[in-house]
């Protein structure tokens, strides 16, 4: 089965700084990985996803991630917040196989002052 | 539609009464997936349809809880004698070929059981 492990339950920051939300996953097969956000009271919304190819993926709203195969990681960052980035945001891995569900973190929580 | 939809938004029930959740996927999705969000719980898979194979219902929690989807579209969850326990948000997803397998998640129904 495939798992996904998400470090860090919230992570604070400062408007303007860089910021890095980490997860690791187990699996022992190929997988895809997504970062899901969800802003207060809504629903999820799909920011990146690695399929295949570059590892570098660059998502919505300034958010890229890296898939390293060696580490098991698929780390989220950012190099300037907005207040608005403010919420929680998901790593989840699914088989390479179509349909696949997928299995989540627990999630992390971010939030920008000002 | 335009994106996943769920209804009721929100439900407040009394403990031991049935309820039904139901989903409207996006138009030519074959797949759909039903997940809770509890608090301090993250995304938890409850069961996945794919087209006209059997659903997998490996992550409903208990024989309470029984979901269906009926003429390969729209799905019901339904959760008899409902618990405390079952309070959560309940979202509904789904994907295709054609969407690059990526899972669009609807807004998810609110149940409350007092």
């Known amino acids: 089965a495939q798992s996904v492990t998400q470090l860090d339950s919230q992570v604070p920051v400062f408007e303007e700084a860089p910021v890095e939300l980490r997860c690791n996953y187990s699996?022992?097969?190929?997988?895809?990985l997504f970062w899901y956000v969800q802003y207060p009271n809504q629903g999820l919304q799909l920011l990146l996803k690695y399929l295949s190819g570059s590892t570098l993926v660059k998502g919505i709203n300034g958010f890229e991630a890296e898939f390293n195969k060696s580490q098991t990681s698929f780390h989220l960052r950012k190099p300037s917040v907005h207040i608005s980035d403010t919420a929680e945001y998901f790593c989840a891995v699914s088989k390479t196989n179509s349909g696949y569900a997928l299995n989540f973190g627990k999630g992390t929580s971010l939030l920008v002052t000002p | 539609g335009a994106g996943v939809s769920q209804s009721p938004s929100n439900k407040v029930t009394e403990k031991g009464k049935d309820v039904e959740l139901r989903c409207d996927p996006i138009s030519g999705h074959t797949a759909l997936y039903w997940y809770r969000q509890s608090l301090g719980q993250g995304l938890e898979f409850l069961i996945y349809?794919?087209?006209?194979?059997?659903?997998?219902k490996s992550g409903l929690p208990s024989d309470r809880f029984s979901a269906e989807r009926t003429g390969g579209s729209v799905s019901t969850l339904t959760i008899q004698r409902t618990q405390q326990e079952d309070s959560a948000v309940y979202l509904c997803a789904s994907s295709s070929f054609i969407s690059g397998n990526t899972i669009y998640f609807g807004e998810g129904s609110w149940l409350t059981v007092v």
């Open positions: 349809f794919q087209g006209n194979s059997a659903p997998d």
């Open positions: 699996s022992s097969v190929s997988v895809y």
